[in-house]
């Protein structure tokens, strides 16, 4: 999905190619340290080096446009930061997919996609080169984790400035594991979980570690004023939930192309969204509650069900909702203190993504 299209002309791509930079000198020097290990382990370190790059680098350039745009001056130090939220994602992403039981990220194999078609080459039965893919995905996902932790600790800052971007870190990972575990729970139960079950989950998943904490994190690094680092908090925590119904609408009316998963991977896994607990209190809901789940869905069961989503009103309804939590998202950057420019980008990233979703 396009997120985060942050205006180049405030971030800068000189910011950006900080963080490229930042992330090259990190692999090149884990996978020195791999290759002394055993060729296998480097294998996977450059497996885990291809899953990174590519991406839209969304965290990355939040950390930088909140450290930009409040006073900092140290980038060196910014990046590392930054660098070390894109790790964060890319950990989350592979083991997401190990979850969700996909092989491919945008249109190719992922890590797990990756061993698991080697295994297959090898003559491995489907069985065993799943788990060999599973196993590598788990790893990988485990390497990228710690290693955001390492760059956390190259970062040049006082030491309770260190140990409060610590505290964020592990307060975003706490944070979304404990969404990541409600997800899957609710996917395992017949019962629709409430909306309000639903956006506390989006929140706990999705805002804190895609959107508070790189702005708190980049704020505090800069010594913002308190009652910003406050505003930007609120403003994530909102615009995390815009975000994640967002993405969940796309995950089944998206491109491929664009969302990086297969079209029906969610209605497959009967992932619980605000389109499904809007839909379940919909008539329509029995023709479509005993494919929603399936491990044998297929493209034209899934393209059935979203027929019916659109009819019963649960796709209007959910754009809505996305909406809705974008308005209020916006609403807390009405904050002294917040630079106008900062305010301007949040804004117009944020609408990007009901934009782009309202195409759909």
Same mark, same amino acid.
């Given at each position: 999905?396009?997120?985060?299209?942050?205006?180049?002309?405030?971030?800068?791509?000189?910011?950006?190619?900080?963080?490229?930079?930042?992330?090259?000198?990190?692999?090149?020097?884990?996978?020195?340290?791999?290759?002394? /290990?055993?060729?296998?382990?480097?294998?996977?370190?450059?497996?885990?080096?291809?899953?990174?790059?590519?991406?839209? &680098?969304?965290?990355?350039?939040?950390?930088?446009?909140?450290?930009?745009?409040?006073?900092?001056?140290?980038?060196?130090?910014?990046?590392?930061?930054?660098?070390?939220?894109?790790?964060?994602?890319?950990?989350?992403?592979?083991?997401?997919?190990?979850?969700?039981?996909?092989?491919?990220?945008?249109?190719? $194999?992922?890590?797990?996609?990756?061993?698991?078609?080697?295994?297959?080459?090898?003559?491995?039965?489907?069985?065993?080169?799943?788990?060999?893919?599973?196993?590598?995905?788990?790893?990988?996902?485990?390497?990228?984790?710690?290693?955001?932790?390492?760059?956390?600790?190259?970062?040049?800052?006082?030491?309770? /400035?260190?140990? &409060?971007?610590?505290? #964020?870190?592990?307060?975003?990972?706490?944070?979304?594991?404990?969404?990541?575990?409600?997800? #899957?729970?609710?996917?395992?139960?017949?019962?629709?979980?409430?909306?309000?079950?639903?956006?506390?989950?989006?929140?706990?998943?999705?805002?804190?570690?895609?959107?508070?904490? $790189?702005?708190?994190?980049?704020?505090?690094?800069?010594?913002?004023?308190? $009652?910003?680092?406050?505003?930007?908090?609120?403003?994530?925590?909102?615009?995390? #939930?815009?975000?994640? #119904?967002?993405?969940? /609408?796309?995950?089944?009316?998206?491109?491929?192309?664009?969302?990086?998963?297969?079209?029906?991977?969610?209605?497959?896994?009967?992932?619980?969204?605000?389109?499904?607990?809007?839909?379940?209190?919909? $008539?329509?809901?029995?023709?479509?509650?005993?494919?929603?789940?399936?491990?044998?869905?297929?493209?034209?069961?899934? !393209?059935?069900?979203?027929?019916?989503?659109?009819?019963?009103?649960?796709?209007?309804?959910?754009?809505?909702?996305?909406? !809705?939590?974008?308005?209020?998202?916006?609403?807390?950057?009405?904050?002294?203190?917040?630079?106008?420019?900062?305010?301007?980008?949040?804004? &117009?990233?944020?609408?990007?993504?009901?934009?782009?979703?309202?195409?759909?």
């Amino acid at each position: 999905m396009k997120f985060l299209n942050v205006d180049r002309r405030l971030n800068g791509n000189a910011d950006l190619e900080l963080v490229e930079d930042s992330l090259q000198r990190f692999f090149a020097d884990a996978k020195l340290r791999a290759v002394a /290990v055993n060729a296998t382990y480097l294998g996977l370190w450059e497996a885990l080096e291809r899953a990174t790059a590519g991406g839209k &680098r969304s965290r990355p350039r939040l950390v930088m446009l909140a450290y930009r745009q409040l006073g900092g001056t140290d980038f060196s130090s910014a990046a590392e930061l930054a660098a070390s939220y894109e790790l964060l994602h890319s950990a989350l992403l592979i083991h997401d997919d190990v979850i969700d039981r996909d092989f491919v990220r945008r249109g190719i $194999p992922n890590v797990s996609g990756h061993y698991r078609s080697r295994a297959l080459r090898a003559g491995e039965p489907p069985a065993a080169a799943d788990h060999a893919g599973v196993s590598a995905g788990v790893l990988a996902g485990d390497l990228a984790l710690s290693s955001a932790y390492r760059l956390l600790r190259s970062i040049e800052a006082p030491a309770s /400035v260190r140990q &409060r971007l610590n505290d #964020i870190l592990d307060d975003a990972i706490f944070s979304s594991v404990g969404g990541e575990v409600l997800d #899957i729970e609710f996917s395992r139960t017949p019962d629709m979980p409430s909306l309000e079950d639903i956006t506390r989950t989006a929140h706990q998943k999705t805002s804190v570690y895609s959107f508070e904490a $790189p702005l708190q994190a980049g704020a505090i690094l800069a010594a913002a004023p308190e $009652p910003v680092v406050t505003a930007l908090t609120a403003f994530g925590r909102y615009a995390g #939930i815009a975000y994640q #119904i967002a993405d969940d /609408v796309l995950g089944v009316f998206g491109n491929e192309s664009r969302t990086g998963k297969t079209s029906w991977g969610d209605l497959r896994e009967g992932k619980r969204t605000a389109l499904l607990s809007y839909a379940a209190t919909r $008539p329509e809901w029995t023709r479509i509650a005993t494919l929603v789940g399936s491990q044998d869905m297929t493209a034209a069961d899934a !393209e059935y069900v979203r027929s019916v989503l659109v009819s019963c009103g649960a796709k209007n309804y959910a754009i809505t909702l996305a909406t !809705e939590n974008a308005l209020l998202a916006v609403m807390h950057l009405e904050s002294d203190g917040v630079p106008d420019a900062l305010r301007r980008t949040l804004e &117009r990233m944020l609408f990007s993504v009901i934009s782009d979703l309202s195409s759909r």
